[in-house]
């Protein structure tokens, strides 16, 4: 499903994020993105999600090079993928119920619809009590989950996640990653960025590493679970 070929994306004023980054990941798959701070995993992902486009190489996503995708095709590709940000990014002077319908909206759903499939994500992330609430009134972890019931709201057949459980207590994050595993099981692909090595390891799946902006390691399930190697 996403394929990155010699991947280079260097900044305004010669900050390089990635350098020449080679790697693939299955329709089906979920595997985990992680390195240290400044490794260059949020920039992998915006790549991805076409927040930002390669400096040299291809990144291809369902066959096609998206760093070479017209302006009027990129609202349909960014339907296909829900994208949970490291920062959330809220609307601030709208409802929690409004942020999370807000794919929905656009893609011209019901009320109907909407109302029910909101409200089940509102469940699904422990926040149906606050759908009426301003992010602005809720704490870190609750905005971060507001963000994750908006990406998944839509149903996309890719999920990038930004470090998806930093704000959470160990409890929801692992509850969170079940969740996850469930959506995989249900043939969504995942790629999430993460710190959280302990989780990491007790999950099993594959790890891709990165370092300096470099591709350092692309671990199988195995090693990932082990802990054997010292990258993770």
């Given at each position: 499903?996403?394929?990155?070929?010699?991947v280079?994306?260097?900044y305004?004023?010669?900050?390089?994020?990635?350098?020449?980054?080679?790697?693939?990941?299955?329709?089906?798959?979920?595997?985990?993105?992680?390195?240290?701070?400044?490794?260059?995993?949020?920039?992998?992902?915006?790549?991805?999600?076409?927040?930002?486009?390669?400096?040299?190489?291809q990144?291809?996503?369902?066959?096609?090079?998206?760093?070479?995708?017209a302006?009027?095709h990129?609202?349909?590709?960014r339907?296909?993928?829900?994208?949970?940000?490291?920062?959330?990014?809220?609307?601030?002077?709208?409802?929690?119920?409004?942020n999370?319908?807000?794919p929905?909206?656009?893609?011209?759903?019901?009320?109907?619809?909407?109302?029910?499939?909101?409200?089940?994500?509102?469940?699904?992330?422990?926040?149906?009590?606050?759908?009426?609430?301003?992010?602005?009134?809720?704490?870190?972890?609750?905005?971060?989950?507001?963000?994750?019931?908006?990406?998944?709201?839509?149903?996309?057949?890719?999920?990038l996640?930004?470090?998806?459980t930093?704000?959470?207590?160990?409890?929801?994050?692992?509850?969170?990653?079940?969740?996850?595993?469930?959506l995989?099981?249900?043939?969504?692909?995942?790629?999430?960025?993460?710190?959280?090595?302990?989780?990491?390891r007790?999950?099993?799946?594959?790890?891709?590493?990165?370092?300096?902006?470099e591709?350092?390691?692309?671990?199988?399930?195995?090693?990932?679970?082990?802990?054997?190697?010292?990258h993770?």
């Amino acid at each position: 499903m996403i394929r990155f070929e010699h991947v280079a994306k260097r900044y305004p004023g010669g900050i390089q994020a990635l350098s020449d980054v080679n790697f693939s990941l299955e329709k089906g798959e979920l595997a985990f993105l992680t390195g240290h701070s400044g490794a260059g995993k949020s920039t992998l992902l915006r790549l991805i999600a076409l927040l930002e486009r390669p400096s040299r190489g291809q990144v291809v996503f369902d066959g096609r090079n998206v760093g070479k995708l017209a302006r009027r095709h990129i609202p349909y590709l960014r339907r296909r993928v829900g994208v949970i940000f490291q920062d959330y990014r809220l609307l601030n002077d709208k409802r929690v119920f409004d942020n999370v319908a807000l794919p929905l909206v656009i893609a011209g759903l019901s009320y109907s619809e909407i109302k029910r499939r909101v409200r089940a994500a509102l469940d699904k992330v422990g926040l149906l009590e606050k759908e009426r609430m301003y992010p602005p009134m809720l704490s870190g972890g609750e905005q971060q989950r507001v963000g994750i019931a908006r990406a998944i709201i839509g149903k996309p057949p890719l999920i990038l996640a930004d470090e998806p459980t930093g704000n959470l207590d160990p409890d929801m994050s692992a509850e969170l990653m079940n969740y996850f595993l469930q959506l995989n099981e249900l043939g969504v692909t995942m790629l999430i960025a993460s710190h959280d090595l302990d989780l990491i390891r007790q999950l099993g799946r594959r790890v891709l590493v990165l370092k300096a902006g470099e591709m350092v390691d692309d671990l199988p399930a195995r090693s990932a679970l082990t802990g054997d190697d010292t990258h993770v």
